[in-house]
């Protein structure tokens, strides 16, 4: 059985924005502190209290975006306890995730602080569900005012004279559940009150992301975008890959069955429907496309490891969080024409994270290489692609396949095999270049045990390799990939 693809390498779809590559970093459990914030007197090394370590291996993987502070968390943020001296700042109960004391020491300018380090766009989201809206525009205010008002001296007196360049602000996070328990009407309305004090001050332009659906709460979208799309540049969506259930058991991130395999990707892709169908709602009101479908939370999210805080979302993260990641980049690149941001949750220590720590260790997850094999996609024109796959589990395609030309005309070609037992076989037709004087190169990520994972003991067990699993064979390429795979090709015409 062959999968048949043809990439029409002259025919494109669209630019696969670089901040569907994006990330989310809340104040919750160990991601913020530890993760990646450690203070300036740690022994770990750091860089004005970020760890050099975390720092170097995100430097590598081009972050476009980075969302903060929450999640759940910011709409119980207050950010004026989180700038001034460090020691005066106020300490508060981080009452959503694990009850610990939240020191503040990470407030705004370590965030914009990290963001300059990482070379990579601050996604801001304001507090709505506690917060008042004079707290949100002085927020605002505070980082991109360039003259004198109180918020701009206040920041100067602070130490940052010249205001930050902020483009993403979030007007609240997940309204409907843990940002206030709204309806829809009363958010929409919400919404559009506290945005028109969200101001663009100079030649600052904020792009202002509204609080949109959980899942496929369809209505949600519906009055959202008839209420209050022409007051909004975004709006998110949140969906998990959850292969138990949410409340009575999510699965074991490590210990799970061949059908919990399946059902994990099958998953993974409902994220096609949700976006086609929310996609659909915003058609009727946004036929420009104007409106961006901001995916600012989404991933694995799975029982926690035992013996950790169950507050704190600590996971695993085997190869089959890889292919989860690569199915979902495939999905963004397809809908690259509404879907203009994505941010994985969450970077470090949380749910699907790219790093692990612990103490002064580090490792990188098979998710992390997924994301750093996968950005050659970045800003690059997604090219049409004609496809017929063999069948997995009855319903699902075995291989998921994308491919991008990038400024330099270099083609990236990323496939993934989700079948956990077969190999994949796949006839691939470049149309439009001669696949004679093309040179291809490879890059996979696999492994023998559908749970393999790096551990503190083992860091490397799964990693990236040079594939070359793949001939010319009349005027075309067979590739063969190994079961649970995930591959880049590069082609350089
Ligand atoms: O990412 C963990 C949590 O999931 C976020 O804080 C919240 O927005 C979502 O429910």
């Known amino acids: ?38 203070g300036a007197d740690s022994t770990i090394e750091n860089t004005n209290g970020i760890r050099n370590d975390v720092l170097f291996a995100l430097k590598n993987l081009d972050i476009p975006v980075l969302r903060w502070p929450g999640g759940c968390f910011s709409d119980e943020y207050h950010w004026k306890d989180g700038v001034g001296p460090a020691e005066e700042r106020k300490r508060m109960v981080n009452t959503h995730w694990g009850g610990v004391v939240e020191n503040n020491h990470f407030g705004t300018h370590e965030f914009m602080m990290l963001c300059e380090m990482l070379e990579c766009e601050p996604y801001i989201c304001g507090n709505v569900g506690s917060g008042t809206v004079q707290e949100m525009s002085e927020w605002v205010e505070y980082m991109t005012f360039n003259g004198e ?12 004279e010249e205001p930050w360049k902020l483009t993403y602000f979030g007007v609240g996070n997940e ?15 919400l919404y559009r009150r506290y945005q028109t004090y969200v101001r663009d001050y100079g030649d600052n332009q904020l792009f202002k992301i509204a609080g949109g659906p959980n899942v496929d709460d369809y209505n949600w979208t519906e009055v959202l975008m008839r209420e209050a799309s022409k007051m909004m540049d975004g709006l998110s969506l949140h969906y998990y890959t959850i292969p138990g259930d949410f409340w009575k058991g999510k699965g074991s991130a490590t210990e799970f069955t061949e059908d919990e395999w399946s059902i994990t990707m099958k998953k993974a892709l409902h994220m096609d429907e949700l976006i086609t169908r929310h ?10 496309k104007r409106v961006g479908l901001i995916i600012d939370e989404w991933g694995t999210w799975f029982d926690v490891e035992q013996g950790t805080n169950p507050g704190f979302l600590y996971q695993q993260n085997t190869i089959r969080d890889a292919l989860v990641a690569g199915l979902h980049f495939h999905i963004f690149h397809k809908h690259c024409n509404r879907v203009q941001m994505a941010n994985i949750a969450q970077t ?13 260790n580090i490792l990188l997850t098979p998710t992390y290489h997924v994301f750093e094999m996968f950005k050659v996609h970045q800003d690059a024109e997604l090219l049409a692609i004609d496809s017929e796959m063999v069948s997995y589990k009855g319903d699902l395609p075995q291989v998921s396949i994308s491919a991008s030309k990038n400024s330099e005309g270099k083609i990236h070609v990323s496939l993934c095999n989700v079948d ?11 149309r439009g270049i001669s696949s004679t004087t093309s040179n291809i190169t490879g890059r996979i990520l696999t492994s023998q045990l559908m749970n393999a994972y790096n551990s ?20 075309h390429f067979k590739v063969e990939l190994p079961p649970m795979a995930v591959v880049v090709l590069t082609i350089d015409q």
């Open 420 to 430: 956990h037992e077969k190999d994949a076989i796949i006839q691939l037709q470049l």
């Open 279 to 288: 996609g659909t709602i915003m058609d009727k009101y946004d036929p420009e």
């Open 149 to 160: 008002s109180p918020m701009a001296n206040w920041r100067q007196e602070n130490g940052q």
């Open 175 to 189: 309204n409907w559940g843990c940002g206030g328990n709204m309806r829809p009407e009363y958010y929409a309305d």
């Open 348 to 360: 470090v220590n949380v749910l699907q994270a790219m790093i692990l720590t612990e103490g002064e």
């Open 1 to 38: 059985m062959v999968n048949n693809v043809t990439i029409n390498t002259d025919i494109t779809k669209g630019k696969i924005n670089k901040n569907i590559y994006g990330h989310f970093s809340e104040h919750l459990g160990r991601c913020i502190y530890e993760g990646i914030w450690v």
């Open 456 to 475: 503190f003991e083992q860091p490397e067990n799964v990693k990236p390799q040079v594939f070359e699993n793949f001939v010319r064979q009349n005027g």
